[in-house]
């Protein structure tokens, strides 16, 4: 039986992942001050019932001990949000590069684990005014989260090509769906329309996105995990494209009110160098036989309505 250690497993992404493996035999790591999101987990009882807890800090804490258990490891810790990265990058370096290099120090060592996703991100080759980036583009990042992500992806790749780690990188583009991080668009578009606040839209609402529900992202690492070739790198993604100001007038009429409920923001100061449009290639990935199951217009008023009924998450 497949033994799997999921590191970031109370994060937006990790807890999906864990969620969908609730039966399995898998081992759950996070900061010990994640705790007060195993709410992630409720619907699975706080925890699934096989899984074991590591409460570690990927970039200070010894985990051999974590890593010599399993024979898969699936890494989503990272920290992910661009404003509070131009803010102070520092934290994203200590989480992004040294935790993931510590954990492939880890991984190195070990003689037990076989096979590793790596989760990176689209923000990773910088904006694309036309057209979409194929997995051998030049990275191009244009904030220091983004920048800590490149830099993790250099070093997996480099693991991979020197001691033969047998990695797995996969490039999402924007992932959306139920226990978000509230300062992220769509859970704070949802809260702002609760309160008949405006809605915040950066710039001229004009930049644009592609999205794909986090279940798609769940069952894609699974699927590489079987089908993929290690060494290699993936998209993650779904053609589903978006302005911010598409996006914001979604969940408008998901909730039945009206788009003069938007405001936009100078975003100069807020996010210098805000990336115009991002999109990816998904030929890769769908000549693996993978293709997302879940359609914008279906997901997005889904999730809207979670939020919508989940007051205690989304104004927390």
């Given amino acids: 039986m497949t033994r799997t250690l999921v590191t970031g497993a109370l994060g937006f992404i990790g807890s999906a992942y864990v969620r969908a493996h609730k039966d399995d035999d898998i081992f759950l790591l996070a900061r010990p001050s ?25 970039a200070r804490d010894d985990l051999a001990d974590a890593v010599g258990e399993v024979d898969t490891i699936v890494h989503f810790a990272a920290k992910t949000f661009v404003d509070r990265s131009i803010a102070d ?22 003689r ?9 991100t689209d923000e990773v080759y910088g904006a694309i005014l036309e057209g979409a980036y194929r997995e051998d583009a030049r990275l191009n990042p244009s904030n220091p989260y983004a920048a800590t992500k490149a830099a993790a992806d250099g070093l997996a790749l480099s693991y991979f090509n ?44 004009q930049h644009r996105r592609q999205w794909v529900h986090v279940v798609d992202v769940v069952e894609c690492v699974d699927h590489l995990l079987e089908h993929g070739k290690p060494g290699e790198v993936y998209h993650v993604a779904g053609h589903q494209e978006l302005s911010n100001l598409e996006l914001a007038q979604g969940v408008l009429g998901a909730l039945g009110l009206p788009a003069e409920r938007i405001q936009f923001i100078e975003d100069r ?41 989940h007051k205690e998450w989304t104004f927390g």
């Fill in 269 to 309: 100061d807020i996010r210098p160098g805000h990336d115009r449009r991002y999109a990816l290639s998904t030929q890769k990935v769908r000549e693996t036989g993978w293709q997302p199951r879940i359609k914008l217009q279906d997901g997005l008023p889904n999730v809207v309505e979670w939020y919508a009924a």
């Fill in 34 to 58: 994640g705790q007060r999101f195993l709410c992630r987990l409720e619907v699975v009882g706080g925890r699934p019932g096989s899984a074991q807890f590591c409460w570690l800090d990927l």
């Fill in 112 to 120: 037990t684990v076989e096979h590793v996703w790596w989760q990176s």
């Fill in 162 to 205: 020197t001691y033969g780690i047998k990695v797995i990188i996969g490039r999402a583009e924007n992932a959306y769906g139920p226990w978000q991080g509230r300062e992220k668009a769509i859970p704070t578009f949802v809260r702002c329309a609760l309160q008949a606040k405006p809605i915040p839209v950066y710039g001229d609402g």
């Fill in 89 to 110: 990058p520092t934290p994203f370096i200590e989480s992004n590069v040294v935790g993931s290099f510590k954990l492939l120090e880890a991984i190195r060592r070990s």
